[in-house]
């Protein structure tokens, strides 16, 4: 199956994120790597590059794109994403993990493990929205989805 074995954030010009949102990045891009599903389904009755990819996430003109291609680096596709149907959902995660990260240096286990479940389905509904958009362009699954949906808030986080 098609994989993702490199990615890249293309932050240039976006300030520099805090340490909670580094650590949030380094995560997810850890994760995203030791463990991922990406295929691209043939468009327009063109066979696609095989994998495994090299993707690159940037937000450029208000819009989400990713630069995929493959190791040899072929290009294999590049789509590019509105950002509306995410400013909501990245908007209210960005709210829960300042209230978790708040949370954790202060709050009993109870209550942290609370909003952790809110941060957590806050995450999936984010992560569904991301396999909506990509429908058509790139089949992932919902653990691919969770941590690129991560990185897109990071991405969002300075822009």
Do not use: W
Not at 35 to 55: I, Q, S
Request: glycine share 6%.
């Amino acid at each position: 199956m098609s994989r993702i074995s490199h990615i890249t954030l293309d932050d240039s010009g976006l300030p520099p994120p805090t340490p909670e949102i580094e650590q949030e990045r380094k995560v997810a891009m850890f994760d995203l790597l030791e463990d991922n599903t990406f295929v691209l389904p043939p468009r327009e009755g063109r066979p696609v590059p095989e994998g495994p990819y090299h993707v690159s996430l940037a937000i450029r003109d208000k819009r989400l794109v990713f630069d995929v291609n493959t190791e040899t680096a072929e290009k294999a596709a590049e789509f590019h994403l509105s950002l509306g149907p995410f400013r909501q959902v990245v908007k209210d995660y960005f709210q829960i993990c300042e209230s978790y990260f708040d949370a954790v240096k202060k709050l009993p286990p109870s209550q942290i493990e609370t909003i952790d479940m809110a941060r957590r389905g806050i995450h999936n509904e984010g992560s569904r929205v991301l396999q909506e958009r990509l429908e058509g362009k790139a089949d992932i699954d919902i653990d691919t989805a969770r941590r690129l949906f991560t990185l897109i808030c990071v991405l969002h986080f300075g822009g």
